[in-house]
């Protein structure tokens, strides 16, 4: 029955071009259906169309319309105004927005155009993001922000690029001129040269130098053997990577500048690197024993040369006074032979040979050798 009362209702309302949120009209809500609310003297509300604004200033209880963003603007600013917030009027009766607002502005003028910069130091000025130009340490001036920023770059400092790491969990595996294997880690420094090539040029500055570090040690120990890579050689191989490094830099116009290469590691595999060990200390041996044998040849060869030239002098004398040098020559030999051994020179001819002069001598030299000589006086 109620379902077919709302039907009904809705056909009427329909026919009439009414819908559910619209107001009855004066004759309708005079003549209600409801006989008991026309018996009573509080009437029942009728429901009113929220979108309608002929009923926005309604004085139904529960349908009075919130202030607007006009009322609200209006009411904070508290009449001759001090703004928002309830700020106090000047003396003046003048608003504190205005001296706020240009406080404000010069702080952001002296904050964004008035830069410090260090000695170590180059600022590189952009306006609207296209470079403009650098400048150098001191105190500078630009247009504010955003019409113009600074970067400040430090061009003084000495980075520090690793390639490779002592660790065996980290091999850095490069191939020699006699296809050897080597385990290299090295360290590469360098430092900014050119502050606008520097950050226009390059997305990610340390990634790029480590490969370009990587290609070069590798062009560089491929002219070298695996003796010369792991002992002599390193050094000649520190210069040619920096050489083709900064090569390659200037060439990308990176702005980098590479001070330094500085090998810490140059190691066979890990897996035959105790072969390797043996092998080198067993040469390193064999170079300290030719070298020992090297330093005794130079000085017997000396030691010849020397005796040949003392030679030729008592030859000279020789051939001047034959008898005279012969004698001479015995008695050096036979001071040479008999100065530092015990000796007793005993005549034939009733001499009692007891004389305890070398016992006396003994005492004072107990390891020397006692020589007797007999003979005849001549």
């Avoid at 928002?84 to 010069?106: H, Q, Y």
């Avoid at 900064?246 to 890990?270: C, T």
């Avoid at 000085?299 to 004398?317: H, N, P, S």
Wanted: no cysteine.
């Amino acid at each position: 029955m109620r379902n077919k009362i709302d039907q009904e209702s809705g056909s009427i309302l329909a026919i009439e071009g009414k819908g559910p949120w619209d107001s009855p009209s004066p004759s309708e809500s005079g003549s209600s259906g409801n006989p008991k609310s026309a018996g009573d003297g509080n009437p029942k509300p009728e429901p009113v169309n929220p979108w309608d604004p002929a009923h926005a200033g309604s004085t139904q209880p529960g349908r009075q319309r919130g202030p607007s963003l006009e009322d609200l603007l209006r009411r904070t600013g508290g009449g001759k105004g001090g703004g928002f917030g309830g700020l106090p009027s000047r003396g003046d009766g003048k608003s504190w927005w205005p001296i706020i607002l240009g406080t404000f502005v010069a702080l952001w003028l002296v904050w964004t155009s008035i830069h410090r910069i260090g000695p170590e130091q180059e600022g590189v000025v952009t306006f609207f993001g296209k470079y403009s130009r650098t400048v150098s340490p001191g105190i500078q001036f630009t247009l504010p922000a955003p019409f113009e920023n600074i970067q400040k770059v430090d061009t003084k400092q000495i980075q520090t690029t690793s390639v490779g790491s002592p660790k065996a969990s980290s091999e850095n595996l490069v191939l020699t001129k006699d296809q050897s294997i080597i385990d290299m880690a090295y360290d590469v420094r360098w430092s900014i040269k050119d502050p606008e090539l520097f950050l226009f040029q390059l997305e990610n500055a340390e990634s790029t130098v480590k490969e370009v570090a990587e290609s070069a040690m590798r062009a560089a120990v491929a002219n070298y053997d695996l003796t010369q890579a792991i002992g002599p050689g390193r050094g000649g191989i520190e210069v040619e990577v920096r050489r083709r490094m900064q090569q390659v830099l200037d060439e990308y116009r990176s702005g980098v500048l590479v001070q330094s290469i500085s090998i810490r590691q140059s190691d066979p595999p890990a897996e035959v690197n105790d072969a390797f060990r043996e092998v080198n200390a067993a040469q390193q041996r064999r170079e300290s024993y030719l070298n020992d044998a090297r330093a005794y040849a130079s000085r017997v060869t000396e030691l010849a040369i020397g005796e040949t030239t003392e030679f030729d002098k008592i030859y000279v004398q020789y051939r001047e006074a034959p008898e005279v040098t012969k004698r001479r020559l015995y008695y050096e030999t036979m001071e040479q032979v008999l100065g530092k051994v015990d000796k007793t020179i005993v005549e034939t001819g009733g001499v009692t040979p007891y004389l305890p002069l070398p016992e006396f001598q003994k005492k004072a030299a107990p390891k020397n050798e006692t020589v007797t000589v007999t003979g005849k006086k001549q």
